[in-house]
């Protein structure tokens, strides 16, 4: 499977700044997907990035708050813009690898908003 | 209706029982099935997949699957503290594109 690492790890943050996360992969992937998981919850897709094409947002994500970069195969960015303590979450990325379909996940970043 | 269920928990078992996990999902077209596990602050790490109905094993883990009834499951065998954690389904849609994922079962394993 492929080693994702994510930059920062944590961070704290005020009210109505923006936060840029990394997610770095060790191989070319194709499609790569940013979650948020807030405490004591599952997993909630935000977008799915693909290199060379526009980001696909999930109902309820848009692009002005989650705006999302995906330069080349192992790189992608989400900046979570305009902050609010509803914002505190954990921020993962996931690559599909291996076999098939399978996806496998960053670190994670965890953000927790004044 | 949710995608994919599963029982909360907390799920309590003593060491060196089977621990057994259970998932339900509505899409009848999804054809393929994960189990992660998930420690306290940590991301999910891919336990299991399973793409045939029957039972697949790996260690002391068996995922179970049955399409008709659409519903998936993990047993764990010789259960660990270690294995306390929280378990998550997910499944894979339709399209091949999106996971769909449980809200986790917590499992704690009492020595």
């Known amino acids: 499977s492929a080693v994702i690492s994510q930059k920062p790890s944590r961070d704290i943050c005020q009210r109505g700044t923006s936060l840029t996360i990394q997610c770095q992969v060790d191989?070319?992937?194709?499609?790569m997907f940013w979650y948020r998981q807030q405490p004591g919850q599952s997993l909630t897709l935000i977008a799915t990035?693909?290199?060379?094409?526009?980001?696909?947002?999930e109902s309820g994500f848009v692009i002005d708050k989650f705006p999302i970069s995906r330069p080349n195969l192992t790189f992608s960015t989400l900046t979570v813009s305009n902050m609010s303590p509803e914002d505190s979450s954990i921020y993962l990325c996931?690559?599909?690898?291996?076999?098939?379909?399978?996806?496998?996940f960053g670190p994670g970043t965890r953000l927790t908003v004044l | 209706q949710k995608e994919v269920e599963q029982n909360s928990g907390p799920l309590s078992v003593p060491e060196g029982a089977i621990a057994s996990l259970n998932c339900t999902y509505s899409?009848?077209?999804?054809?393929?099935f994960f189990w992660y596990r998930q420690y306290s602050g940590k991301s999910p790490e891919l336990i299991m997949f399973?793409?045939?109905?029957g039972d697949k094993e790996d260690g002391r883990f068996t995922a179970q699957l049955n399409k008709a009834s659409q519903y998936v499951s993990l047993l764990i065998r010789d259960s660990q503290p270690s294995d306390s954690a929280t378990y998550l389904c997910?499944?894979?849609?339709?399209?091949?594109?999106?996971?769909?994922f449980g809200t986790g079962t917590s499992l704690t394993v009492i020595p």
């Open positions: 996931s690559v599909t690898g291996g076999g098939a379909d399978t996806q496998y």
């Open positions: 997910a499944v894979n849609s339709n399209t091949g594109n999106q996971f769909y």
């Open positions: 990035a693909n290199q060379g094409s526009e980001a696909t947002y």
């Open positions: 399973i793409y045939s109905n």
């Open positions: 191989s070319q992937v194709t499609m």
């Open positions: 899409d009848r077209g999804s054809q393929s």
